[in-house]
């Protein structure tokens, strides 16, 4: 489906409002589409998301619950973390997965690539399929508290439609591979989900074309 590839935005000037090691807050002067003088705030982001949907032989799902700070809530979500700008994604996601559940995962597969919340941010992520799995020990970072659990991949898919999962990678990457079992690309918890490339490098602001 082609769509407009001309942006109807101008940007005259842009400033920093606020920066941490994690994000920047630009502050941007404006003409909207309609011509008229504007503002736009844009969360920019140091690194890509990466999630993983780790299925194991009784394809059961590998989730963690943790309480978000910005949401003030409990959320159950499949394991995920921030990956630095030229880092592969894929063994950032290698590293995620090992540090918070203590799996690791024989076969890995790409199955999406997101921008996941982008009328105010220019946050990417990129989810992936995990099978194969051995366990160890789990290594979380010092500011996560987590549960480890293990559901069936159909209890899983349907947390994402009642309301128990709204972690937005979580519920995408579920229902990926959810659509693509209905659909007949995937069968099984270790079939082979359909891939692009995975573990190219991502930079700020924009996902990679096919």
Not at 71 to 97: K, M, N, Q, Y
Not at 104 to 128: K, M, P, Q, T
Not at 171 to 178: M, P, S, T, Y
């Amino acid at each position: 489906m082609e769509g407009r590839r001309e942006s109807p935005w101008r940007r005259h000037s842009r400033d920093v409002a606020y920066e941490n090691a994690w994000i920047t807050v630009w502050h941007d002067d404006v003409t909207r589409p309609d011509g008229g003088a504007g503002v736009y705030g844009v969360v920019h982001f140091r690194s890509v998301a990466v999630g993983v949907v780790a299925i194991d032989e009784h394809d059961e799902v590998t989730l963690v619950g943790q309480y978000r700070y910005t949401l003030d809530a409990w959320s159950w979500e499949i394991p995920e973390g921030g990956v630095p700008f030229g880092e592969d994604p894929l063994d950032g996601a290698r590293r995620e997965l090992r540090e918070e559940t203590g799996i690791e995962a024989a076969d890995w597969r790409e199955i999406g690539r997101f921008h996941l919340s982008n009328s105010v941010s220019d946050e990417a992520a990129v989810a992936y399929v995990a099978t194969g799995l051995t366990t160890g020990v789990a290594s979380p970072d010092e500011t996560e508290a987590l549960d480890v659990t293990r559901v069936p991949f159909d209890e899983a898919l349907a947390m994402t439609l009642d309301g128990r999962i709204t972690d937005a990678l979580s519920v995408l990457a579920l229902q990926r591979i959810g659509l693509a079992r209905l659909t007949g690309e995937a069968a099984g918890a270790g079939a082979s989900i359909p891939t692009r490339q995975a573990g190219r490098t991502l930079r700020g602001g924009t996902l990679p074309d096919d």
